[in-house]
Structures are given as structure tokens and as C-alpha cells.
């Protein structure tokens, strides 16, 4: 299934990216998706030849790296800055994101930390102190970006760690406590974020007054209909439907596939969680491999889901690309060695051993 969704992705980049632009331009993006998918294959075949316990020991390790990578995104002259955002490495036409990385390195880390303090989790300093740390640095990190999406998203993404690693309820309600109050104060502190929430609310209250990428979002979805218009006939692309072959590329789908078209793309979707989670039934539950494996399966797919309720203006918008089939280095290479790490984590490591026969 994720290699379907990935050839539809490379289909779906290309159908994207005809729009009003010279025919060179649209072979420079099918050529660098291409690249970045071979790039990311063979990233994720040497993740899935990693054992789950060097993961285990390497966790650490790849949360400082990153996080050091976060930090010097940060720093004037070393991170791009675009439209008032430091979030980006570049050299010449390449560039990547660091926090695409803490995807990874932050669930493994949380997991990592919570199995070696298992019998103290519910225990003040081991059990809060020590298992949230983690979250303490990266987040607010992320957020001086700023990028508050990708902040709350791996909030999300360690509090699901330290959910099915058997973190007490009563932490989660008085880490809510805090946590709220903080987010509005980032939400206030940026008149954007604002303006992104109220023209989120002005789409369900009169569409027709929906900020631009919104409107087009559902209107290229519309006009899909049951069957669609036909793979590579869209109209909306043609420089009306903005970011057509990243963040909005599923509008494209329901477009040119439809109904149809889309709601398959949904259900090989909810095909890769089901085999996931069935993958899952080989590994001993609450250990590391199987705690990390279910966050990182479920984080994939809660991308996903954002992006499918971003596009069809069920939450306020945000940059998220769709995992396997948007164009985009960073996103596509983590997906891919996401996939790696799972599968990696869900291989059986004692097989039963072959008793040699005794001749009478």
C-alpha cells in the first residue's frame, strides 16, 4: 500500500505542477520528487535493516542532533529566513527542515526515556520530570521559529508517547492545565495566527467571505464532483488553487479523481493503519519497539488526517503536506524512513530456532 500511495504521489506531483508555467519548470519538479523518492527509499530500506534495540540505543543520540539542528536554524546567516520564519537549511536550490526530523527523533527519545524509567513513571520527578523533558525543550524551541503548527503537532506527537507508554491521567489533566493557557498566549502574541483562526470561522459562517486558499480549496473540491474531471484536466491548478502540488494536493485529487479518487486515497490510508497494527501483534506490548512503532504509525496517519481536514476547512489552515504524495523533500524523506523505523521496530528478532535431528 505505501508503495501505491507513493506512485500516485509521483502522479499526482506531476498532474499538479502543469499549470500556466514553461514545461521546463514542471519537468524541474517531477524530477526533484523523483530524486527525493529514490532518496528516501533507500534511506528507508537501511532504516528497516536497523534492529529495534540499536534504535533503541540510538534514540538519544538522534534527539540531540536534531535538536542541536534546531537551534542553529535559529541562528542569523546559518537558517533561512522566509516571510519572518527561520525554519529552513539552504544551499543553492535545496533546503530542509529540522523539525520534519524531531518527528522521529522525539517519539523514539519519549519512548526510549520511558522504558528505561517504567517501574518509576508514576513517581513526581522520574515519572513527570524526566519522561516530559523532552517536550519542554522542543516545543517551545519550534515555537520561537515561529511555527506554532509544527509545535502543537509534536506536542500531539509526545503526549501520544507518553500516553501508551502509561503515563498517569491525572499528569495529562494538569499538563493540559498548563499547556492551554500557553497556547492562547503564543495565539495572541502573533496577529496572523489570529487572523488564520478568524478567517477559519468566517468559512462556516459564510464561505463566500473564506480567505483565498480556503475558498479555492473548496471550490477545486467541488468541482471534482463523484467521478472527476480527469488525472491531469484540472482547472483549479492553473495558478487559481495556491501550493496545488503540496499542502492543497488532495484538492487536486478530488478534482481531477473525485469522490471516488479521494475517498480510495482515504482508504489506503486507514489500509496502512490496519496493517500496521496488525504488524504490531508480533512485537511484546510496552516494550520500546512496540511503543515506538505505534507512535510513529499513528503519527503518520494523523498527518493525514490534518491535512484531509485543512483542505476541507475543518481546522484552521497550516502548512502540513500529505505524507507520500505531496511534493517536498523533508516531509517526504521522514515519511519514508518513518516507514522504515516501523517496519524495522515490528520484525521479529527471535525467530525459532531449527533443532538439528539426532539419527538413531
Not at 69 to 76: E, G
Not at 207 to 219: C, E, G, I, M
Not at 240 to 268: C, H, K, Q, R, Y
Request: positive net charge; aromatic residues 10%.
Amino acid at each position: 500500500m505505501v508503495a501505491v500511495l507513493l506512485g500516485f504521489g509521483v502522479l499526482m506531483v506531476h498532474s499538479a505542477s502543469i499549470t500556466s508555467r514553461p514545461s521546463e519548470v514542471e519537468q524541474v519538479f517531477l524530477s526533484r520528487h523523483l530524486m527525493f523518492v529514490a532518496v528516501g527509499t533507500i534511506a528507508a530500506m537501511i532504516a528497516a535493516c536497523i534492529p529495534a534495540n540499536r534504535w533503541q540505543a540510538l534514540a538519544p543520540w538522534l534527539f540531540w542532533g536534531v535538536l542541536v539542528l534546531l537551534v542553529l536554524v535559529l541562528v542569523p546567516g546559518v537558517g533561512a529566513k522566509v516571510n519572518g520564519a527561520r525554519r529552513w537549511f539552504r544551499h543553492g536550490s535545496l533546503s530542509g527542515q529540522p523539525s520534519e526530523l524531531m518527528k522521529i527523533a522525539l517519539p523514539l527519545f519519549v519512548c526510549c526515556v520511558a522504558a528505561r524509567h517504567r517501574d518509576r513513571l508514576h513517581s513526581w520527578f522520574r515519572g513527570t520530570v524526566v519522561v516530559t523533558f523532552p517536550l519542554l525543550i522542543v516545543v517551545p524551541v519550534v515555537m520561537v521559529e515561529p511555527d506554532l503548527g509544527t509545535a502543537l503537532f509534536l506536542a500531539a506527537t509526545g503526549a501520544t508517547a507518553l500516553f501508551v507508554t502509561g503515563w498517569p491521567i491525572r499528569n495529562f489533566l494538569a499538563a493540559g492545565l498548563l499547556a492551554v493557557p500557553a497556547v492562547i498566549a503564543a495565539v495572541l502574541k502573533r496577529p496572523y495566527q489570529m487572523q488564520r483562526i478568524s478567517g477559519f470561522l468566517e468559512t462556516w459562517a459564510d464561505w463566500t467571505q473564506a480567505p483565498y486558499h480556503l475558498k479555492q480549496s473548496l471550490v477545486t473540491l467541488g468541482a471534482g464532483g463523484i467521478w472527476g474531471v480527469g488525472l491531469g484536466k484540472g482547472f483549479q491548478k492553473l495558478s487559481f488553487l495556491p501550493e496545488a502540488n503540496t499542502d492543497f494536493v488532495f484538492a487536486v485529487i478530488g478534482e481531477e479523481l473525485g469522490l471516488l479518487g479521494a475517498l480510495s486515497v482515504i482508504g489506503l490510508w486507514l489500509g496502512v493503519y490496519v496493517l500496521g497494527l496488525r504488524l504490531l501483534r508480533s512485537v511484546e506490548r510496552n516494550s520500546f519497539a512496540y511503543n515506538a512503532a505505534f507512535v510513529l504509525l499513528t503519527q503518520l496517519v494523523f498527518q493525514v488526517a490534518l491535512n484531509v481536514a485543512v483542505v476541507t476547512a475543518m481546522v484552521p489552515p497550516k502548512g502540513i503536506p500529505h505524507p507520500l504524495i505531496s511534493y517536498g523533500g523533508s516531509n517526504l524523506v521522514v515519511s519514508l524512513v518513518t516507514v522504515g523505523i516501523i517496519l524495522s521496530l515490528t520484525r521479529r528478532t527471535n525467530p525459532v530456532e531449527a533443532r538439528p535431528v539426532v539419527a538413531n
